[in-house]
């Protein structure tokens, strides 16, 4: 699965949960909307700009519409707790982490 289509999902997932339409994430996050019809129905990529002015206006790490099935269920305070702790990590400690990512990713698929 490509990133684009993991955050394709990922996104849908999330506006769906919150109950947010295109036009509307658009206005929060400066992407325009038709941008993000168009990611939506897998017509068009996305940048990593893109995916963190989304995830800034979703007021979620960015690093979270990125990872494949995710499902962001925890509170505001949870993810910024938990995107505290990946900062505060050792390189090769984060490196531990992105390598148990990928694993995970492989067995899910």
């Known amino acids: 699965m490509s ?4 955050f394709r999902e990922n996104l849908r997932h ?3 949960e919150r ?3 295109a036009y509307r994430l658009g206005k929060m996050s400066g992407v325009s909307q038709s941008l993000i019809s168009a990611i939506l129905r897998g017509k068009r990529g996305s940048t990593l ?3 963190e002015r989304i ?3 979703l007021e979620i790490p960015s690093w979270l519409l990125l990872i494949h099935d995710c499902r962001v269920n925890g509170t505001k305070e ?3 707790e938990s995107a505290a ?3 505060q990590l050792q390189p090769e400690q984060l490196a531990e982490v992105r ?3 990928r694993f995970k990713k492989q067995a899910i698929k």
């Open 49 to 51: 700009q893109v995916v």
């Open 3 to 6: 990133s684009n289509s993991i």
């Open 85 to 87: 702790m990946l900062q």
């Open 19 to 21: 109950d947010l339409s």
């Open 78 to 80: 949870d993810l910024e």
């Open 55 to 57: 995830a800034d206006a």
């Open 14 to 16: 999330l506006m769906r």
């Open 99 to 101: 390598d148990f990512l």
